[in-house]
């Protein structure tokens, strides 16, 4: 299996792990936030779900030519965050599978060299299209790790 198709089948796992907790969390956990530095269960979820799209476009401006800037996502100034408090996990966890199944259709469009891409992000360096798809990877997991501890102590 070519490596960009292995990514590809990956990125699909987080949304559906998001989905599995959100469905077996008690509603009694989803305000839970062990941590004033880290975000609540539901608003990891919201989080996940409003920050889609802007991968997507990096992915797309990525695809489009080699040596593109890569922005900083601040997600301090993401619109609804103000919102993510009240929010229904269920509900966002659809919305974030549906956002990412785009994200994974129209990497599916993309030709193999288009996976090599790169671009220079300011404090990551040089990342490749494939490298900021492993990112997404990577930031799936950190929410899922996240939620399934705040799950774990907070019964």
């Known amino acids: 299996m070519m490596l960009h198709k292995l990514i590809l089948s990956q990125l699909s796992l987080g949304p559906s792990a998001i989905m599995s907790l959100c469905h077996l969390a008690p509603e009694s956990v989803y305000s839970v936030a062990p941590n004033p530095d880290r975000f609540s269960f539901r608003a990891d979820v919201a989080h996940l779900a409003e920050l889609e799209p802007y991968f ?49 259709a129209k990497c599916q469009e993309l030709e193999p060299e288009q996976f090599l891409h790169s671009g220079h992000h300011p404090v990551l360096g040089d990342l490749s299209l494939a ?3 492993r990112l997404m990877i990577a930031h799936d997991l950190y929410h899922v790790e996240h939620m399934a501890g705040i799950m774990a102590n907070f019964r």
């Open 131 to 133: 490298d900021c798809l």
């Open 56 to 104: 997507l476009r990096r992915i797309q401006e990525l695809a489009k030519s080699d040596g593109q800037p890569i922005e900083i996502i601040d997600e301090d100034a993401m619109p609804g965050l103000a919102n993510y408090n009240v929010t229904n996990p269920v509900h966002e966890s659809e919305k974030f599978l549906r956002h990412r199944q785009e994200t994974i």
